[in-house]
Structures are given as structure tokens and as C-alpha cells.
């Protein structure tokens, strides 16, 4: 069992590795192998006696992902009184709540892959994934009760009420082809960018920088992860499955407008048949083919890439300011990788 | 808009009046203010700016359903300093524990009704629901991150991951028609009685009472909590539609396995019988006919009615040595209110 198991866990860091997460590692330097520390801790923390889930949430843990949220945590502790033992729970609860979101909105979304492999709701069926999720946003409940940061619990708890609310404006706006850039803004914020700047807040203020140093982390942060979900909705259209882990559409197919979709809405020349499209719900799987055609000729790629950079400048300045410690690089060149990232 | 709201609340009070809740109501004597003002409390704590599911929580709570969590977090608290203001939030935080539990319940169970309204699922779709429940979990933490009880944040964390793992547990054990008695109990432990257990306890600490009050306390929520959920899974066979709020035969049609199906599965004469159609999944209406009948006709209701009284009996005796004040006798009478409800 213990030999099948460093088979599969060796199998899955060879598949990271050829997928390019090693490259980010390497920019990580000097947190890289505090990185390494975290993966032990978080398939500890999913770690349950109900065999149903056992291996399977493991196994999420195993099939790598960026961890790009914990790095931001030790990242930002690092411009205060940096203590790898005061900052460990907290970069796994950033982890673990990004997985939890992650592990339904596979149910939502009826995605049979995740990071390369089956997604838990195509493991057990979209019942047991309900639970599954539910299970490992309990863990971060523990993890706070049981860590000494009960004054970060507010924000953290703020955060996660507006991530659920993004969620949910994201199901509010499906198939609605009237979408604005400003409507897509403030859902992405919810969404993705404020866990991004839960982390680096969380960071700073736990090894105890000071304010300023804090809410310029923050606003890095939110910076970023605005820039990311940019990227990943472009990577929607321009990826390839194998890339990506999962199928190419998936969300225009669902009926997520994102930003690429929203500029071709408004300037490509066959803007009406791509509403009409759209309006139609995809009952035909040319349609999605159609679809991703349309926004591809607009230029909503090319837009959408420039906004991101936009962002990710944004970023850059609100760092600026910071010490120049050599965290702060790590910082400007995460936010670079962010971008050019191609899953 | 006001009035409108004010007649739909007038519609669902009259609902709950008609369904006998009003008969525990008169039991709780001096707390039934106080869980008056809960209501008030509770539409407050899922209220959002989000307005798909703005209303639908908001008529969760109006519809009612017993309050008999925050009912026992109350009672519980008068066995020591009492008062109302310390206790408020945690009386709320255990109903809406209840509430996120009951929304994810209704996706998998595919439960058109709750409460005699529609369920969330039937309202906003599977998909909308999973994050409407979340949502709802979101705010207990930010209930207790806002509140002055952080001590008693790991006793909650700890418990909610118990439930969770109750619920998947159940999953785990769906058409299993090996179930034992014990297997059945760990589960209902897990999914329903720890959370009365949570209330009372949470109740009695945070009102300082001693340590043994605090532990009979907890050991008679979790004695009443098994024999509330017996007595549900009873229900499921012997209640009513309208009774219910929800289709009968419900729980053996997803295959769930109860304690009456556990009794008829050894004792039954017809017991290969419903071996089979519940192998064979219900694929029929008329298997899930079949088998309520041979369920009903084994004695398995009768055998688990002993049973839950058997359980009540171990929560009045857990709280005997406690000292006579009057919750203790509204205690009791919760207790058989519960074995003896109709819904």
C-alpha cells in the first residue's frame, strides 16, 4: 500500500513537474522548501477516518496546483517579523479554503477534471462532493480555532462571505449577454482576488508589519488575483484540454461570461449571431465550437490580455513602495509568471 | 413590497401555528420570548445583497421548523449565569448550522419540499444551493469571529467536522442492506445528535455552569438528539406528505437505511423481499410502495419507537441530578415532545 502510494504521489509531481509548476517554485526561492513543508500539513489537515473521501481528497492534495495562495501568505510575512511557525496554519487555511471552493465549483460546473485528474465530483458523484467541500471548509473552522490567530478569524470570515457572494453572482449572471466590464469586475473581485488578498494580508499582519506594509500587500494581492481570473478566463478559450485539465469552453459553455466574451459581445462583427448563440444555452456542441471561434476573432483575447497586464502593473506599484528585501522581487516575478502562465 | 412581506410572514406563521409548533412554543415558557427574538436575529444573519438568494433565505426562516437547537442553547444556559445577550449569538450560530446542513441535505436528497415550502434546490437549482449553503456556514463563522466566545470556537469546529463526516458516512452506507444497529447509531450520532449536543453544551459554558452540569448537559442533547432522528426516520414512513413537508418514503427511495428497515431487513418474513428491491434501486414508484409496506408491517416502527424512548429515558436521567429549577422540568418536556411529534 505504502509503495502503490509513493508510486502515485511520484506519478502526480512528474505530471506537475511537465506542466510547469516547477518553474513557479523556482522563482518562490527561499520559501520554496517552506512550500514543501505545507504539502505534509495539508494532506494532514484532509486527513478522515471516512474511507470514501480519504483517498480522494488526498489525492486533490497530491495532483500539485500552484499553491500560489500560500506562497503569497509567506511571502507578505516576510516584510514583517518573519516566523515560519506563526505563518504555517494560516498558509494552509488560504489552501484549504481555495480547495474547497475549487472541490463545488466542480459540481457546479459538471467538470470532470481537475488539476489533471478526475475532480471528486466525477469520482463520487456531485452528493458525496457536496459534503466533501463542506468537510474541508470544517477544517479551516479547526484549523482557526485551533491556531493562535482568532484576531485574523474577522477577515477571514468577511472573505469568505464575499467569495460565497461572488459565487453566486457568477450563477446570477449566466447567459446574460448585457454583461459589463463593470459587473465582471466586481464578481472576479469576490470571487478570486480577495482570497489572493486575504493571503498576503494575512501574512503581513500576522508577523506584524506595519499597516501600511499591510494594505499595500493587500492591494497587491487584490491586484493579482483580478489579473489571474483574467488569465484563466482567457486560458478558457486559448488553452488546450491537456493543458488546462479540463475541456476547453467550459465556461462559455455553462454560460459564464468572461471578459474575452464580453468584449466580443460588443465589437466583433458577428457579435448578434454569437448573442443569439449564447441566448440558445449550447444545446448543440458546435455551437460551443462556434462560440469560442467568435470570441477568438474579436480581439477579446488580445483585450483581455491587456487588462491583465494592466492589473499586474497595478500590482507592481503597490509594492513599490515596500523595503527592498528579496521577497519583493519574488513578488514582482510572481506577478509576471501570473500572466504569462499558459494553465 | 412592506406589506407584501408582512402577509407572507402572516401566511407562514399561520402555516407553523396549523402544524403544531406552537404547542412546543407554550412547552419553552420563559424562553419563548426570547426565541421570538431569534427570528428577528436569524433573518438578520442571512440577510445579502446578492438577490437570487436574498428572499429564499429569508422564507427559510419564515417558514419556520422548531428551533429547537437555539431552544435547547437557551435552556441550557439558565443552568448557570444566565444571560440572554451572552448566549444570543450562539443560540443563532446552531440554528444557522442547522440551516447550511439542511440546504445541502435538500441537493442530495432531491427534496422538493422544506418546511412545506419549496427547498432551496427546487427554488434556485442544485447549483445556486450548494453556494446558498455555504453561504449560511460562512455566517457561523462570522458570527463567532465577531463574538466574544472564541473558547468555544473548537468545541463548534470539531463538531461541525463530526457532522460532516456523518453526512458523508451516510453516503457511504446508501442500499447497504448489511447496515447494523451500531452502524446506524454512529451515523445519526454523527449527522444529528452532536449538534443538540453542541447546543446544550454551548449553552451551559458560556453561562459558566460547572463542569458536571456542562457534561449532563451535553449527554442529554446527545440522548435526545439520537431520539429526534429515530423518530424522523420513523416519520418517513409513518407521517404524511403534508405532515412532512416532504414526500413519504423519501429516505429509503435514495436508499438511506434506517433503524425501522434495519428491523425489518432481520425480521421481517418478507425480509429477502425488500433485500431485493432495495438492491435493485427503486427504479419503480411502486418499490417504493412495496417497501414502506413491508417496513410498516415488520414491527420495525413499533421497535424503533422503544428504542427512542429508550434514548429519551437516558436524557431525562441525564439531567436529574441537576438542580431543580424550572428549565429542567421544560427540559423534560422537551424530550417527550420529541418522541411523540407527528412531524
Avoid at 515596500?322 to 494553465?343: E, F, G, H, Q
Wanted: net charge neutral; glycine share 6%.
Amino acid at each position: 500500500m505504502f509503495i502503490l502510494d509513493m508510486y502515485i504521489v511520484y506519478l502526480f509531481r512528474l505530471k506537475a513537474l511537465m506542466r510547469g509548476d516547477i518553474v513557479l517554485r523556482q522563482i518562490l526561492g527561499e520559501i520554496e522548501e517552506e512550500l514543501l513543508t505545507l504539502e505534509d500539513d495539508l494532506t494532514y489537515w484532509v486527513d478522515t477516518n471516512i474511507e470514501l473521501i480519504r483517498q480522494p481528497l488526498k489525492d486533490m492534495i497530491l495532483s500539485g496546483g500552484k499553491r500560489l495562495r500560500p506562497a503569497m501568505v509567506l511571502a507578505a510575512s516576510r516584510f514583517g517579523n518573519y516566523d515560519f511557525e506563526n505563518v504555517r496554519q494560516l498558509a494552509v487555511s488560504v489552501e484549504l479554503i481555495h480547495m474547497a471552493t475549487l472541490i463545488h465549483d466542480d459540481i457546479i460546473d459538471d467538470s470532470p477534471l481537475r488539476r489533471g485528474i478526475p475532480s471528486i465530483q466525477a469520482r463520487l458523484g456531485k452528493d458525496v462532493a457536496v459534503f466533501a467541500g463542506d468537510f474541508v471548509f470544517c477544517k479551516v473552522f479547526e484549523l482557526f480555532a485551533l491556531s493562535e490567530h482568532f484576531s485574523l478569524l474577522r477577515i477571514v470570515a468577511k472573505t469568505l462571505h464575499l467569495i460565497c457572494e461572488g459565487e453566486i453572482k457568477q450563477r446570477e449572471d449566466l447567459f446574460n449577454t448585457n454583461l459589463t466590464f463593470k459587473d465582471y469586475l466586481y464578481r472576479i473581485r469576490r470571487k478570486t482576488a480577495m482570497l489572493f488578498a486575504l493571503s498576503a494580508e494575512l501574512g503581513a499582519r500576522a508577523s506584524k508589519a506595519p499597516e501600511r506594509t499591510v494594505r499595500a500587500l493587500h492591494r497587491y494581492g487584490m491586484n493579482i488575483g483580478i489579473a489571474f481570473q483574467i488569465v484563466d478566463d482567457m486560458l478558457d478559450f486559448s488553452s488546450n484540454d491537456d493543458q488546462l485539465g479540463k475541456p476547453v469552453g467550459a465556461d462559455i459553455r455553462e454560460g459564464v461570461i468572461t471578459l474575452p466574451t464580453i468584449y466580443a459581445l460588443k465589437y466583433s462583427n458577428q457579435k448578434n449571431s454569437l448573442k443569439e448563440i449564447i441566448a440558445k444555452g449550447f444545446t448543440h456542441e458546435s455551437d460551443v465550437i462556434k462560440a469560442v471561434e467568435i470570441v477568438k476573432n474579436s480581439g477579446g483575447l488580445d483585450y483581455a490580455k491587456r487588462i491583465a497586464e494592466k492589473y499586474v502593473y497595478r500590482a507592481q506599484q503597490s509594492i513599490a513602495p515596500l523595503p527592498d528585501i528579496p521577497m519583493k522581487k519574488v513578488l514582482a516575478d510572481i506577478s509576471t509568471i501570473v500572466v504569462n502562465r499558459n494553465r
